[in-house]
């Protein structure tokens, strides 16, 4: 169904890696690498590839442009759909697993985008680009749409490696042109987003990489910037007399944006070009107001979020209706008024105290879970840090410890008898899910540790198990049926390993100050020591 090109020139440190990230799926794929005639060691990988039957490659005899390259490259392909990668950007595991989902579910889509991770020059992670939207999963836009998403940036298709479209189509619209040199996969995506049915999915499935020879940041910024000009009034044309006053405002505001954008990534390196060029194309920001406020618009989403795209909220008939085993529209757990109000009481104004106070104020901790309705005894303790979901539902026995961090989701009682000791960022968890039921309702059941317990630190107690008395838990441990007493379990799933011995305190401090050697001819080496 799919066949992956990619095309190549000098990228001789990137392209393993590309081609690499394809073979790692083992789905039924097709892999052209068109070889632009790299001057580089680029032909000398072809003999690490020429055994896998998966890949064809293929080198021009001479240098082609861009455009042609990139038609050649689709052109060799024999499956009809086609998913570009440019050589110096990944494919992520599962990706090819996706797209073949997507076009399960959306089999009448010609033109599919989707987004990307976006990392440098050294493959290290930089950003996320911002989903299209909530619900946008195989969202279908087309026509007029697809043209106003890409003036206002709220729904428009991204690089080449974010794409994959059916062949036909691409045939149908002429495949890339040279008409626009740094607009040319942008004047690609409209021509197919406006023409066929398109779709696009909050699904990052690539990884796009940043960086200096990528966007051709060593070209005078006045030929992009005069390619959008260009590209901005093919837009409006497509929409012909459907293009209103707001959708010029939103192609001279892209232009503005464009020109600062451009500024920004040149200044550095270029400040006298640069400099230069913004002063030829000041005219550019003096647009009327409703261009400036789309300008500001797109630098405050990228200032915020690092790309200027817009999230939006899709229309319902332009989603997919599937059909999903569990509705949590229905998982509703109802609380009564007098526990909203202990708990909105408890959350807003006590616990923003309890927390604040420092590791010697336990008593004062211990004073604030009483108020609230916990039943603490005498000598307990309560270290800095301890989240608890609603102190009533916590019963404390005499001289208890509760280390730093550890964290009560008490939906249900947590009782926990004498000379107990919790460490520190222990989990106890008395709700669950019933996840056999199609509203996935929530349940819960106490916990009871006995007394002379210690579970030691970040372990973590589930629902309805109940702690034997003196038993030890051991760290990490995850507990989710009850232990019995006096062992020592750890584990995940946790279990008894060995029975728990307590030490005669007499014999194990014999010959010490606690219990007085009986010898008297040692105990009067110990009273002539200094």
Request: glycine share 8%; with cysteine.
């Amino acid at each position: 169904m799919i066949s992956i090109c990619i095309p190549s020139y000098n990228y001789f440190h990137y392209l393993p890696f590309a081609v690499e990230s394809c073979l790692g799926c083992e789905n039924d794929i097709e892999i052209i690498v068109l070889d632009n005639c790299s001057s580089d060691a680029t032909p000398t990988l072809r003999e690490r590839y020429e055994s896998d039957p998966r890949v064809r490659w293929i080198r021009n005899d001479r240098v082609l442009p861009i455009h042609e390259n990139w038609n050649k490259a689709v052109s060799l392909c024999t499956r009809p759909f086609v998913k570009m990668l440019h050589a110096d950007d990944l494919l992520k595991p599962g990706a090819v697993d996706q797209l073949e989902e997507m076009l399960h579910l959306r089999p009448k889509v010609a033109f599919h985008g989707h987004l990307a991770d976006i990392i440098d020059y050294r493959g290290r992670f930089s950003r996320c680009q911002p989903t299209f939207g909530s619900g946008f999963d195989g969202v279908e836009v087309s026509g007029n749409d697809a043209l106003r998403g890409k003036l206002y940036q709220r729904i428009r298709f991204h690089e080449p490696s974010s794409n994959m479209f059916l062949k036909s189509a691409w045939e149908e619209v002429g495949g890339y042109t040279g008409k626009y040199r740094f607009m040319m996969d942008i004047h690609f995506n409209v021509r197919m987003a406006s023409r066929f049915p398109s779709a696009v999915w909050n699904r990052r499935l690539v990884q796009v990489r940043r960086h200096r020879g990528s966007d051709g940041a060593h070209h005078p910024m006045d030929l992009p910037l005069q390619n959008l000009r260009d590209l901005a009034d093919e837009i409006l044309a497509m929409l012909g007399p459907a293009a209103t006053d707001e959708d010029r405002a939103a192609a001279r505001g892209w232009i503005q944006y464009r020109l600062l954008e451009l500024c920004g990534q040149r200044i550095a390196f270029q400040p006298g070009r640069t400099i230069s060029s913004f002063v030829r194309n000041a005219a550019v920001l003096r647009g009327p107001f409703p261009a400036q406020r789309h300008c500001l618009r797109l630098l405050r989403n990228k200032i915020v979020n690092g790309d200027p795209q817009e999230t939006v909220v899709p229309r319902p008939e332009a989603r997919i209706q599937r059909e999903f085993k569990l509705d949590l529209t229905q998982s509703k757990t109802r609380w009564d008024r007098r526990t909203l109000f202990m708990r909105v009481f408890w959350a807003a104004i006590v616990k923003p105290i309890f927390l604040a106070l420092p590791r010697p104020f336990s008593k004062l901790r211990i004073e604030l879970l009483r108020m609230m309705g916990a039943r603490i005894g005498a000598g307990c303790l309560v270290e800095p840090g301890v989240k608890i979901l609603m102190p009533w539902n916590i019963e404390l026995g005499d001289h208890v410890a509760i280390g730093r961090g550890a964290e009560f989701l008490n939906f249900a009682p947590v009782r926990i008898d004498s000379m107990t000791v919790v460490s520190q960022y222990c989990y106890l968890c008395t709700g669950t899910h019933d996840y056999t039921h199609p509203h996935f309702p929530l349940e819960f059941s106490p916990i009871v540790i006995g007394s002379e317990c210690w579970i030691a630190a970040g372990a973590f107690l589930g629902p309805g198990v109940s702690i034997g008395r003196g038993t030890v838990i051991g760290a990490r441990a995850v507990v989710t049926k009850s232990m019995p007493a006096w062992m020592v379990c750890a584990g995940n799933p946790c279990k008894p390993l060995k029975r728990r011995e307590i030490k005669n305190l007499e014999k194990s401090h014999e010959g010490t100050d606690l219990n007085p050697c009986p010898d008297p001819e040692r105990s009067g080496e110990l009273a002539s020591l200094p």
